[in-house]
């Protein structure tokens, strides 16, 4: 199963020599507390593949090369030569490095969260119409992006707009990386325009899922902490 970690937006690097993914939280990194605090980082490094995305800075080259590579030693790492039109064609560039037959998870870390152990495998293997899975905590925030069903039934997902209760934490689960890129496709070619100050975020991307004709099943979070605002 591929994590893949999106890290190159133009927010991540804080200065010439520091990255948010080193911000301390309690004497923790901050990309460690949000992906160690995932039920999956139960299942140990053989079972995770982490595919981090940076730009090609000086910067983020020495995240990569004096921390990633400490606290996730199988992981790889993709370097990105400009800005991208959003994290949802940055994540494109870990697809490359995925099995295509396993289940993708796109993980914004930057929201550290307790969640119910569950196994992601069963949930797919359990329903075949089931194209992806989407973690949520209550707020009502605009700073958040949203998910709203109908009858339990996910109905539509936007950005930075209070359209519900249920708020994305920032992970995004895919029953196959063909499953994300079909459903990229049909977000970004279909008739609204989900994008947010023009960028494509990956929790609209669950609109394609369901121009698939295929479900998202929401699953709640708790003890969430926004650990990119402290």
Known sequence: ???IVPLAGPDFELDQEHTKAERLIDGVPLLLRCLN????????????????????TATSRDLATSKLR???PSSKVIYLGAFSDGAA???????????????????????????ESFS?????????????VALTFSSNANMYSYIKEDGGRFVEAVEKAVISEHASAGVYIYRNPLVYLDALQRTVGG?????????HYV????????????????????????????
Not at 37 to 54: A, E, K, M, N, T
Not at 89 to 102: I, M, N, T, Y
Not at 203 to 229: H, T
């Open 89 to 115: 064609f940055s994540a494109l560039a870990g697809v490359a490095l995925c099995d295509l037959g396993q289940p993708l998870i796109i993980d914004l870390a930057d929201i550290e969260f307790s969640a």
């Open 191 to 199: 008739e609204r325009d989900y994008t947010y100050n023009g960028l």
């Open 1 to 3: 199963m591929t994590v």
């Open 120 to 132: 992601i495998k069963d949930i797919f293997d359990g329903d075949d119409h089931i194209g992806a």
């Open 70 to 72: 400490q606290w996730f």
């Open 37 to 56: 605090s995932r039920p999956w980082s139960r299942l140990g490094g053989d079972c995770l593949d982490y595919v981090f995305i940076l730009q090609d």
């Open 203 to 230: 929790c609209p991307v669950f609109n394609g899922v369901k121009a698939m004709g295929l479900e998202v099943q929401r699953l709640s979070c708790n003890l969430v902490r926004d650990v990119k605002i402290g």
